[in-house]
């Protein structure tokens, strides 16, 4: 298998070189313009300005509105296509410049934005958040959880960016356990598509160790068994954990991102070896800010009932009668109580509407505890 040699690098030809520092320097030039139209703004009408989410996103749908009519991406490779150093389709790249620019000018011109995640780096709560915020942003990576509800609860970042669900595996324990503990809002919510690669320095034929944290492990399982049934299983914390033991140890491979692999200069030996196609975790954004309504939202509570005949089912009717489709509902054991439990519960709607607002003051009278955990727009 070729690899790039450090010692003998190849060299664009000089007329190449000098059309890409041309570019280079437009773009600062540029990228320099836009962060003083913020400073600008931001200067003369204080406490005004959006918030980093909404500039990303307002970025975002810049680049979408082409005065061309074209997409931003036409003539980049597509999904599915040879590509060299990233796996983002089309509008993928143009997605993520779109961040990167409003992260970046953003963080310069006003003020840096702590945005905490279930790090390290190139993790796949670490992709949901770049997916929102880009990856110029301030983005703090912490060992578990909770840290990223602390973060939040504590003012020491404005963000949090956690898993809630997934598609295979489904309810995120530590997440659902923190909604009871803390008192942070949910901002949005990121489904972020989740491709397990297996990367390697070696061929697969020589992998004797495969490393990966748990959950990626369980959801590539059929297929590890099928192709590597003689190789070990070893579970660490995260998959960019994997990949640098990878990067270091002989005869050993990593269940993770691409991403990771590329920060890590491992070679990808298989693409996509999830055993579910449709493999997807939902993240959501933590933090204090109430969303306005949108037409498009989403409302999540949490609560607790009576333990007794018909109580769920009583409360269920309260839904039922304001018109309104729950979109995911959950129980979660009450902690220190046998027997009893809260429910998580998703339902289309914003809660500034009169049946979301409705329903939730119904619920109200016959919950034993009620909590809010935000309206949202729905991704």
Sequence with gaps: MSRHNPNNPQRLPSAVTEQIAELDREILRLAQHRCKLLKTYHEQTPGSFPSLREACLQAESNIARQPNGKSPDHGLPQHGQPQHGTTA???????????????ATYAQAIRPTRIAFLGPVQSYSYLAACKVFGSASSLVGVTSIPAVFEEVARDQARY??????????GRIVDTLNMFIRTPVQICGEIPLPIHHNLLARCDRSKIKRVYSKPQALSQ???????????????????????????????????VASVEAGIEHGLDII?????????????????????PSPTGNDKTSIMFQVPHKPGALADVMVLFKNNGLNLTWIESFPVPGIANEYF?????????????????IEKLRGEAIRLEWLGSYPRS
């Excluded at 509008?91 to 410049?97: K, L, V």
């Design 343 to 359: 429910f998580f519960v998703e339902l289309e709607g914003h809660r500034d509407q009169p049946n979301v607002g409705n329903a």
């Design 220 to 254: 590539c399982r059929g297929w590890l068994a099928e192709h590597l049934p003689d190789a070990q299983w070893a579970e660490v914390a995260s998959t960019t954990a994997a990949a640098e033991i990878a990067a270091r140890e002989e005869g050993a491979a990593a």
């Design 270 to 290: 298989v693409r996509s070896i999830e055993d579910n196609p449709n493999n997807v975790t939902r993240f959501v954004v933590i933090g204090k800010e109430r």
């Design 89 to 103: 389709g089309a509008s993928g790249f143009a997605s993520s410049i779109a961040k990167y620019i409003a992260g």
């Design 160 to 169: 949090g960016v956690v898993p809630i669900e997934n598609s295979t595996d």
